[in-house]
């Protein structure tokens, strides 16, 4: 079962949808024992940083989160990817899950319209199972202002936006991160969320 974390900042229905659509088992909760309990987690998440990381604390959900993440495949979606790096700077300096080195800063496009938003092809970066069985173009949809920075070793793929924007972090071992919305993204976003059904 895929635990899809519920704490008020998320892009939860659309997520799981795409699960029940996929027939992978799941529950929207904010229950520590039933994330614990879980096989895989998802933490979604749209909006600001600071007042996604403020909900989750209020819910007790942060050292939950970090230990769990120990011990399953823990997946952060958008906002939810962000929140798994060390620090973000968005409105405020505020500190995040520290799952993956690196910083959530604005996005540096000078020219381009901010926020990112449409489709745009991976480029691949190091090898991430969830990545695996893509089309060679393969496309995801994005809505961002804010993006991942210093995460160079744990860089699965990117796209260009302006420069390089992180599109997936990966760990090499449980914690995944996209920045994208694979809940969005057509058939490349169900093969990732696929994937990640098929990691236990």
């Known amino acids: 079962m895929i635990a899809i974390v519920d704490y008020g900042a998320g892009n939860i229905f659309s997520v799981k949808n795409a699960l029940d659509y996929l027939g992978l088992a ?3 909760t904010d229950s520590a024992a039933e994330i614990e309990a879980a096989d895989e987690v998802i933490l979604p998440g749209v909006g600001a940083f ?3 990381i403020r909900m989750l604390e209020s819910k007790g959900l942060i050292s939950v989160l970090k230990a769990e993440a120990k011990k399953k495949p823990l997946l952060g979606i958008c906002l939810g990817m962000q929140m798994l790096l060390e620090k973000s700077y968005e409105f405020e300096e505020c500190d995040g899950l520290g799952l993956i080195p690196g ?3 604005r996005i ?3 020219g381009l319209i901010i926020p990112h938003m449409g489709w745009n092809k991976l480029e691949m970066g190091i090898p991430c199972p969830l990545l695996e069985n893509l089309p060679e173009d393969a496309y995801v949809y994005f809505v961002h202002s804010f993006a991942a920075k210093h995460c160079d070793k744990s860089l699965a793929a990117w796209v260009e936006y ?3 924007v992180p599109a997936m972090v ?4 449980n914690v995944f991160g996209a920045q994208f919305h ?8 169900l093969q990732i969320l696929r994937n ?3 990691l236990v």
């Open 182 to 189: 694979p809940e969005k993204s057509g058939e490349v976003g």
């Open 162 to 164: 302006g420069g390089k």
């Open 50 to 52: 600071p007042a996604a």
């Open 26 to 28: 799941n529950k929207l």
């Open 196 to 198: 990640f059904g098929g």
């Open 108 to 110: 540096d496009a000078p």
């Open 170 to 173: 990966y760990d090499g071992g």
């Open 103 to 105: 910083t959530v800063e």
